[in-house]
Nanobody, 116 residues
Framework: QVQLVESGGALVQAGGSLRLSCAGSGSTSSLNVIAWYRQAPGKQREFVARITSGGGTNYADSVKGRFTISRDNAKNTVYLQMNSLKPEDTAVYYC??????????WGQGTQVTVSS
């Protein structure tokens, strides 16, 4: 079974930047499509960005032009570069594979807080 650990969250001012990391271990042969999600207090988890093993990407409209997803396959790590952060980006951010998401298996996530 693959394991994913998120890191890099912090408290930042509006307009600032952060880079989140998603490190995979275990059965990393299962790593194909990796996606970032976020969940704000009182709201459901929402899709943010995804990337395939070949580098194809997709983004939610709310983050297009500000966030960039990338991966380092040699390190089994996926990144989310977050620029021009807004208070509305405040949430717990999670990464996951398609299989784990469909199995309702999620990690602890990493907290991103953007102050005004």
């Amino acid at each position: 079974q693959v394991q994913l650990v998120e890191s890099g969250g912090a408290l930042v001012q509006a307009g600032g930047s952060l880079r989140l990391s998603c490190a995979g271990s275990g059965s990393t042969s299962s790593l194909n499509v990796i996606a970032w999600y976020r969940q704000a207090p009182g709201k459901q988890r929402e899709f943010v960005a995804r990337i395939t093993s070949g580098g194809g990407t997709n983004y939610a409209d709310s983050v297009k032009g500000r966030f960039t997803i990338s991966r380092d396959n040699a390190k089994n790590t996926v990144y989310l570069q977050m620029n021009s952060l807004k208070p509305e980006d405040t949430a717990v951010y999670y990464c996951n594979t398609l299989d784990l998401a469909r199995a309702s298996k999620w990690g602890q996530g990493t907290q991103v807080t953007v102050s005004s």
